[in-house]
Nanobody, 127 residues
Framework: QVHLVESGGGSVQAGGSLRLSCESS????????MGWFRQAPGKEREGVAF?????????YYADSVAGRFTFSQDFDKNTLYLEMNSLKPEDTAVYYC???????????????????WGKGTLVTIST
C-alpha cells in the first residue's frame, strides 16, 4: 500500500535550481527510512540524500551533492522535498524517492536496500 509519487523535474540551465517533491501515502514516516536517489543514462543508481528518521537526526548526502542539495519535509502534506541548487550537467538524471521499513534495518544512500520506489522524475541540466 506504500505509494510514492515524485514531481518537480524539468529542464534548467547550469547554476539554476529546482525543488523536487515526493508525495507519499499508505505509511507513516515515523516507521520508515526515506531517501532520494538518481540514475543517469548508462550509470548505476546512486544515493543522493537519506534519513533514518524523517524530520530528525542527520541527513546524509552524497559527496557530489553535499552543500548544494537539501532534504526536507512537510508532515501536513505527507511530502518530502529535495531542494537542488547550483545545478551541474552531471546532475542530469531521473530522480526517485524511496522508502524502507525501519524494522528491516536501513543502509544510508544504498539503492539496493530500499523497498518502495516512486516512478521518478526527470531532471535535465543544460549548459
Amino acid at each position: 500500500q506504500v505509494h510514492l509519487v515524485e514531481s518537480g523535474g524539468g529542464s534548467v540551465q547550469a547554476g539554476g535550481s529546482l525543488r523536487l517533491s515526493c508525495e507519499s501515502s499508505g505509511f507513516t514516516y515515523s516507521a520508515y527510512c526515506m531517501g532520494w536517489f538518481r540514475q543517469a543514462p548508462g550509470k548505476e543508481r546512486e544515493g543522493v540524500a537519506f534519513v533514518f528518521t524523517v524530520g530528525g537526526g542527520t541527513t546524509y548526502y552524497a559527496d557530489s551533492v553535499a552543500g548544494r542539495f537539501t532534504f526536507s519535509q512537510d508532515f501536513d502534506k505527507n511530502t518530502l522535498y529535495l531542494e537542488m541548487n547550483s545545478l551541474k550537467p552531471e546532475d542530469t538524471a531521473v530522480y526517485y524517492c524511496a522508502a524502507r521499513p525501519r524494522w528491516k534495518g536501513c543502509r544510508r544512500l544504498d539503492p539496493s536496500a530500499m523497498d518502495y520506489w516512486g516512478k521518478g522524475t526527470l531532471v535535465t541540466i543544460s549548459t
